[in-house]
């Protein structure tokens, strides 16, 4: 069996066709053309907005004229990963995919069925002459895996419909109605390096912490290592700090940090009888998620500079006071983090420069907004200068959405239970639409898929043929 024969053959035979087009985040000319010329050969109106998104357009099916528009939404770029030992260009060769009992697989490569077979799923139901619905659009992004560039530059009024399915999720019964918006909280501190006095040097440093994603893991309670290092030296008298630097990415929780301090040598037997007491206390208190956790000290040279006394009091005064952590649960939705904030890093790039690079996140803006002003007074009231990003916006859930009934409903009667409705402490394309589109009543479902952004991606045969048939009969009923 060839997989553009697979059932739905309208929805394989396309998906099978983008497997053949290499279309890397940042890199979609390619696809955006294949689009455009899919468009042209099955007549369907087709327009690109300013900065490349991809908009198609059917009427009606007859009978359904006065239905709603309804938007079908997906990303045309995929995530590029390869096993080492395989030989791949991403930016040039079509995909090795195959068929392994009821899955579609690529070999050493991920398949792009995030988010491509939800690109053909919406313009399979386009070019489906038993589908019966009222106005179709289908939206198709560009640089949703590396930036949502597209959803974020989306020209305003270039979709026409009030009603959203974006097709980017990838549990078959699960609905998703809400994610979280997202701010950046930027503080410099800026110092003069002064001469480092005479005094014992030690390196102390955190590491083995879980770590994890600052939207998805915030919940898990994982230990962060800037928090954890500075709460000691806070706990010690008369240090001086000559350098300190913990965590990377801004969407991580900060797995590492390490200071170079100075102490007087006659304490330095008291601060290592201090440390491991203090070893034993976060054991105590995280021990059982954190496993690897260590901390260690060695002795260093007297480095040439300290950063002033003056700021690195409140520098570190300033890191014990930032908040990290899930600041609030949500109370429509069970489990889901409502509001968080990650203290995501401390650099020193360049001298007399600390940076902390902070990120905020909610599904309701006001707590966001809050949370990340909450974050900037800590570093303003210690003497920072702060900036923030102009963030994104959270999709508030709405358990009353009526597109969500209607999907809800249509899964009931087909499959004889409950689907699972769903929101996400981190971002999706859907909570960026609400900033030129605020009315948009939106959800986020798709078929089945495993080992999304991995060469082990692959997506259900069977899943994608009921997935289909659902979309069809709910979009029918719209
Ligand atoms: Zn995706």
Redesign the pocket.
């Known amino acids: 069996m060839e997989i553009k024969n697979l059932t739905p053959q309208n929805v394989w035979s396309i998906f099978d066709a983008m497997t053949q087009v290499p279309r890397p985040s940042k890199k979609e000319e390619k696809i955006r053309q294949w689009l455009v010329g899919w468009a042209k050969e099955h007549n369907i109106e087709c327009h690109l907005d300013s900065t490349g998104n991809v908009l198609m357009r059917v009427p009606a099916t007859p009978g359904y004229e006065d239905h709603p528009t309804v938007v079908m939404q997906g ?1 045309m770029d995929m995530v590029c990963e390869k096993n080492s030992d395989v030989k791949h260009d991403f930016e040039n060769d079509p995909l090795d995919t195959y068929i392994d009992g009821d899955w579609v697989t690529a070999r050493g490569t991920t398949l792009g069925a ?2 491509g077979m939800g690109v053909a799923l919406a313009l399979g139901v386009m070019i489906d002459p038993e589908a019966k619905h009222g106005p179709l659009e289908a939206l198709i992004t560009y640089d ?2 590396t930036g949502m560039t597209g959803a974020n530059n989306l020209d305003e009024g270039f979709m026409t419909g009030k009603i959203l399915v974006n097709i ?1 999720s990838e549990t078959e019964g699960q609905i998703f109605i809400g994610c979280a918006g997202g701010k950046d909280t930027c503080a410099i501190f800026r110092y003069a390096p002064v001469p480092a006095p005479d005094r014992c040097y030690l390196k102390v440093k955190v590491s083995g912490l879980m770590g994890g994603h600052s939207g998805g893991d915030i919940h898990l309670g994982h230990a962060n290592a800037n928090k954890v290092l500075v709460r000691f030296l806070r706990s010690q008298p008369d240090l001086v700090l000559a350098s300190i630097t913990g965590g990377n990415l801004r969407n991580a929780i900060a797995r590492e940090a390490e200071a170079v301090v100075g102490l007087p040598e006659a304490r330095k037997h008291q601060f290592l009888a201090d440390l491991n007491q203090y070893v034993a206390v976060i054991e105590g208190e995280v021990g059982d998620i954190e496993k690897g956790f260590k901390m260690t000290t060695e002795s260093v040279d007297k480095p040439a500079h300290i950063i002033e006394p003056g700021v690195s009091d409140k520098l570190l005064a300033a890191l014990q006071a930032c908040p990290h952590g899930v600041q609030g649960m949500s109370r429509a939705m069970a489990d889901l983090v409502e509001t968080s904030t990650n203290l995501a890093s401390v650099k020193m790039p360049e001298p007399g420069i600390i940076r902390i690079e902070t990120s905020q996140r909610s599904s309701v803006e006001s707590e966001k907004e809050d949370i990340a002003n909450t974050v900037r007074t800590v570093f303003e009231m210690a003497g920072a200068e702060v900036t923030q990003g102009h963030g994104y916006p959270g999709w508030k859930p709405n358990v009353e959405s009526p597109v969500l009934k209607v999907f809800a409903q249509t899964y009931r009667e087909m499959y004889n239970k409950e689907p699972e409705v769903l929101a996400i402490h981190a971002g999706l394309e859907t909570g960026l639409f609400l900033t030129k589109y605020p009315d948009m009543d939106m959800i986020s479902v798709g078929p089945t898929m495993v080992g999304i952004h991995s060469p082990e991606e692959k997506v259900s045969i069977s899943s994608v043929e009921s997935f289909y048939k659902y979309l069809r009969e709910a979009l029918s009923r719209i």
């Open positions: 990303h995030d988010d949703e895996e980017d």
